[in-house]
């Protein structure tokens, strides 16, 4: 059974950084492709929308619209693990960030944001001064 575990959320100002972090159990091998999304606070799950997934297959990555040079998204090759570089955060970035992986798709893509296999349970990121 695949279980996920974020964390790293937290409380920051507006311009500060954070840095999420996955770790992912009970996935064998390197074809899958795994990332992030988030849901702003009172949008529920219709609300949760991509940021960024990366593939261990063939190590692509993909951005949503206007986050690419804010985040960064990266891969531990040693023990497996995804991190979630955020950079000059906003309110707007306030978010719970869930990390999710598919086992459908060996190549990040925006196909990766459509449904997902499993999720982990979400870490809180608030940006307020």
């Known amino acids: 059974q695949v279980q996920l575990v974020e964390s790293g959320g937290g409380l920051v100002q507006p311009g500060g950084s954070l840095r999420l972090s996955c770790e992912a159990y009970?996935?064998?091998?390197?074809?899958?492709?795994i990332g992030w999304f988030r849901e702003p606070p009172g949008m529920g799950r219709e609300g949760r929308t991509g940021?960024?997934?990366?593939?261990?297959?063939?190590?692509?990555?993909y951005y949503a619209k206007d986050l690419e040079g804010r985040f960064i998204i990266s891969r531990d090759k040693e023990n497996g693990r995804v991190y979630l570089q955020m950079n000059n955060l906003n309110a707007e970035d306030t978010a719970v960030y869930y990390c999710?992986?598919?086992?459908?798709?060996?190549?990040?893509?925006?196909?990766?944001?459509?449904?997902?296999?499993?999720w982990g349970q979400g870490t809180q990121v608030t940006v307020s001064a």
């Open positions: 999710a992986v598919d086992f459908d798709y060996y190549t990040c893509s925006p196909f990766f944001f459509i449904s997902p296999d499993s």
């Open positions: 009970g996935i064998n091998g390197d074809r899958y492709t």
């Open positions: 940021v960024s997934c990366i593939s261990p297959t063939d190590e692509s990555t």
